[in-house]
C-alpha cells in the first residue's frame, strides 16, 4: 500500500505536488509513539546518523587526545555549507592530528552555500575535499585513524577499521544488523546501510535521552552539548537544522540526510524521529520534521514561529510574489495552519 | 487511489527512492493511446507548454514584421540555462522591437548553466531578468505587445492582450477551459492554468501532426521546424531535451516544465504526451518520457543509447563511483534496461 501524503504544495487555490513518506517516532524504551506509512522497507540514513558516526572518535577518547573543541566535534555532525569557518574548522581538525586536505576520501564538490561558492570563484578557485559538506565527519574519520595508529589511507571503504568502529556504534544504537547485503555507497564514498525508520528513531530516541547507550553514553552527552552550542557548525546559514538547534539549543538535536531522511531527537520527551519523505525530497522531509516537533515539543515565541514557517513555507517566484505553498497534509495537517 | 511508481532510485542493491506519476498519450483525434494514473486531476504544465505560448507571435504575423530568426522564435519556447548565446539571442530579439532587456518581468535569477553563472560571477556581474531561463519567450511576448501597438508594460498579467492572446491560443489547443479558479502565477510571474493530462498531450498530438490546428497550422509547422533546427536554444548544453532534439530532430518536440511536468509530440505518430510527476521532481519526468519516447518511437543507434541512458542513468557519487540508479518500475520496466 501507497505511504500517505504527507505535504501538499500549492500553486494558487489548488494543490500542484505532492510528498508521500513514512515517519516513526519511538521512545527510548523502543515503543512506538507514532507511526505513519510503511516501516518494513530499509530505508539509508544517509548523513542522517552523522552524530551516531562519531561516537568512537569521542567514546574512545581520541577526541580528548587531538585536543578536538566542541566546534570541531559539532562540524564532525556536520553536513555542512562550505563556509569559510567550516572550511577552516575541518582544516584545523586535520592539523591536530598532523593531516593535510589532501587526505581527505569524500570527494570535492562546490560549497552549498552559494556565495561561499561564488567567493571561491572570484579567487580563481576551485573546489577540494575540504569544501565536501561531509569534510568534518571525514577529518572525524581521519583522526580516529591516526589515534587508532592505523592508516588513514583507504578510511571509507567497508573493511577499514574505521568504518567497522562506526559500524559497530550504528548496530549498538539502531539494534539493527549492518549486514554487506543493506549496504550501499554514499555520496561522501563510505558505506551506508538500510534499517528500518523505527529502528532509527529508537537510535535517536536514547542518544537524546541519554539511556540505554552503553560505553557510548558519555560521548553522547558530549556530541550533543557539542551541537548544541555549535547549531552553525551542523549546517550553515538559512538552513533548517541550524536555525532549528540555534532556537532550541539542546532541547532538539535533528539532522538531515540525503534523499528526503531526516532524524530528530527530543531530549526531555525521551522520543527519537526519523522521517523519510519517498521521493527523496528534502522540502518534503522538512515540512514533515517540523510538523512533528510542533507536534510532541511544547514551543513558544520565535521559536514556535520558525517551526510553522518551516512546517509551511510559503513560496515565492522571481519577483518576490507568493505563488504558492508547502504545506503538512493528511496525518499531518495539525501544524502549519497559523 | 494513489498513482503507480513510475520510476525507482536504487543505492546498492537496494530502492532508496520513489517516483509516482501519471502519463496520458493521446493521438491526434484525441484518442487515449496509453494512459497511467490518475487523469481528473488537473496539471499545471508550466514551461511545458512554451511553444503553444509562442503561436500567436507567429501566427499573427509579428514574428515576421520584426524578422525574428528561427533560433530567436526556438528561444521563445525555451527554458534556457542563461548561456551566452541564449543572452544574446535574447537581447536581439528585444532589440528587433526596439525594446531594452530592463522591460522584462520575469524576475532574475543566476544562470542555469553553472559555467554561465561562474562567468557572471568573475566578470562582477549579477544576473538580470535577460539570465532568466523565461528570458525568450518573455522577449516574444515584449515582441507580441509591441505588434499588437499595446504597452508592454504588464505583459505577465492575465487580463493584458498579451496574455489574452495566449490564453485563447492554450483554450483552442487543450480544448480546455482556461478560468480563473483554474489559475496559478508561474516563477515567472505569467498566469499558467492547470488541466487534465489527456488536454495536454492532445495539445501536443496537434501540434506534431499539423492537424485540427485551425489559424495556427503554419505557425506551430514553423515552431517545429525552428526548435528542431536550433535545439541548444530551447535548453542548454547537456540538458535532456537539447540532447533528445538534437538527436532526433523533428521527429520529437520534447519540453521540460517545472514540478515534473514533461510534454511530448512525436509527429510520425500523431502522439502527444503528457507526464507529471506526482512530487515535481525532474529526474523521474525525464525518466518517464524517455521511457515513453523509447516504448513508441522507432529509434536505433546513438539516439537509443541517447534514449536508453536518460530513462536509466546511473548515479555516480563525489568520487565518480557508481553508487546507484535511476530506472523505470511498474508499467514502465520495458524501458531502459540495457
Keep these: 500500500m501507497a505511504d500517505p501524503v504527507l505535504v501538499e504544495v500549492t500553486r494558487g487555490a489548488l494543490v500542484e505536488s505532492r510528498h508521500r513518506g513514512a515517519v516513526a517516532v519511538v521512545d527510548a524504551e523502543g515503543g512506538l509513539v507514532l507511526t505513519l506509512g510503511d516501516l518494513d522497507q530499509p530505508v539509508f540514513p544517509r548523513s542522517a546518523v552523522k ?19 566542541a566546534a570541531e566535534i559539532a562540524l564532525a555532525c556536520a553536513s555542512h555549507s562550505g563556509e569559510p569557518a567550516h572550511v577552516a574548522t575541518a582544516t584545523a581538525m586535520l592539523a591536530k592530528a598532523g593531516r593535510e586536505p589532501d587526505c581527505l576520501e569524500c570527494g570535492a564538490h562546490w560549497p552549498l552555500d552559494e556565495e561561499s561558492a561564488r567567493t571561491l570563484v572570484r579567487e580563481g578557485a576551485r573546489p577540494g575535499p575540504i569544501h565536501n559538506n561531509c569534510s568534518g565527519k571525514h577529518a572525524g574519520f581521519v583522526c580516529l585513524a591516526c589515534g587508532l595508529g592505523t592508516d588513514p589511507a583507504g578510511y571509507v571503504l567497508s573493511d577499514h577499521p574505521v568504518q567497522g568502529k562506526v559500524r559497530a556504534a550504528l548496530e549498538e544504537l539502531t539494534g539493527s544488523v549492518h549486514s554487506p547485503d543493506r549496504r550501499g555507497t554514499d555520496g561522501c564514498s ?30 553522547a552527552k558530549r556530541v550533543r552539548a557539542a551541537v548544541a552550542e555549535n547549531p ?19 532541547r532538539v538535536f535533528v539532522k538531515t540526510g ?24 528534502k522540502r518534503g522531509a522538512e515540512a514533515v520534521m517540523a510538523s512533528l516537533v510542533l507536534r510532541f515539543l511544547p514551543v513558544e515565541g520565535e521559536a514556535r514561529a520558525l517551526l510553522e514557517a518551516a512546517a509551511a513555507p510559503r513560496l515565492r517566484n522571481w519577483n518576490g510574489i507568493e505563488v504558492g505553498a508547502v504545506r503538512p497534509a493528511g496525518p499531518l495537517t495539525w501544524a502549519g495552519r497559523a
Aim: hydrophobic fraction near 50%.
Design 51 to 69: 552524530a551516531l558516526q562519531v561516537l568512537p572518535l569521542v567514546a574512545e577518547g581520541h577526541a580528548d587526545r587531538f585536543g578536538l573543541s
Design 190 to 219: 563510505i558505506p551506508t546501510y538500510a534499517v528500518p525508520l523505527p529502528s532509527l528513531a529508537y537510535a535517536f530516541a536514547r542518544f537524546g535521552a541519554g539511556v540505554g547507550l552503553g560505553g557510548f553514553a558519555d560521548a
Design 232 to 250: 552553525a557548525m551542523v549546517a550553515g546559514r538559512g538552513r533548517f537544522d541550524t536555525r532549528v538547534m540555534e532556537a532550541l539549543r539542546e
Design 258 to 281: 540525503a534523499e528526503g531522511v531526516h532524524c530528530a531527537a527530543l531530549p526531555e520527551l525521551g522520543l527519537g524521529l526519523a522521517v523519510k519523505c519517498d521521493d527523496g525530497a
